[in-house]
């Protein structure tokens, strides 16, 4: 298998992941089924979606291939009729997002580096392609983001892309292995921050002084 299939066998795999989060997520709103395939579809294309406006690659993956949109609605479908079987919903859509973090910032790298975009921004695409999916899917559905919480998130898909893109295209190490491995730190990162509430100290304000 070639890296460029990989990559694509990856992110069809990463969209899929990410649409069942998003179908989760209508699950808790008790949406129909209507909604559960629109939020699927805005959380598993969103961040590709993105990348590839920012990049020109016009027009964008979907649209050139239907096999994004299909895995959408086949997820949003499953989950509809299978999601009364978790009882923890949430804690399930937490670590599948996680999944698709971490596989998404790897393969939004490798495809800025496939593009023969700088290292710099590549590392930015795999950022976008991580999160601005999951982004999308909390603010239609009223959710503080992620992305903008005080744990640990964004950084882990910024770790997997900059492992990808440092091994692959500065020190021009076999990308497969790289991927692979990029993907576990980032996926790792991201479950240690779930599982012990990692996170940076946040600002505290300091009371103002008067003149």
């Known amino acids: 298998m070639t890296m460029t299939d990989m990559t694509y066998w990856l992110e069809l795999t990463g969209v899929a992941v990410f649409a069942v989060t998003g179908a989760l997520e209508a699950s808790r709103r008790q949406m129909d089924i209507v909604g559960f395939i629109l939020i699927a579809t805005f959380t598993g294309i969103g961040g590709g979606t993105v990348r590839d406006v920012i990049t020109g690659e016009t027009p964008v993956f979907w649209i050139r291939d239907p096999a994004w949109i299909i895995t959408c609605i086949a ?104 991927a692979l491995v990029a993907f576990l730190c980032a996926f790792a990162l991201r479950a240690a921050a779930l599982k012990y509430r990692l996170s940076f100290p946040v600002y505290r304000a300091r009371p103002g002084r008067e003149y």
Not at 129 to 155: K, Q
Request: with cysteine.
């Open 75 to 178: 997820s949003a479908v499953v989950v509809y009729f299978t999601a009364h079987l978790l009882e923890r919903r949430y804690v399930a859509l937490l670590w599948l997002d996680a999944l698709g973090l971490a596989m998404f910032g790897v393969t939004g790298a490798a495809i800025g580096l496939n593009l023969n975009l700088s290292p710099l921004v590549a590392i930015i695409l795999g950022m976008i392609s991580a999160t601005f999916g999951g982004m999308v899917r909390d603010v239609v559905c009223n959710e503080l983001p992620l992305i903008l919480r005080p744990e640990i998130y964004i950084t882990s898909a910024l770790l997997g892309a900059t492992i990808y893109t440092v091994g692959t295209a500065l020190l021009e190490l076999p990308r497969q292995p790289v």
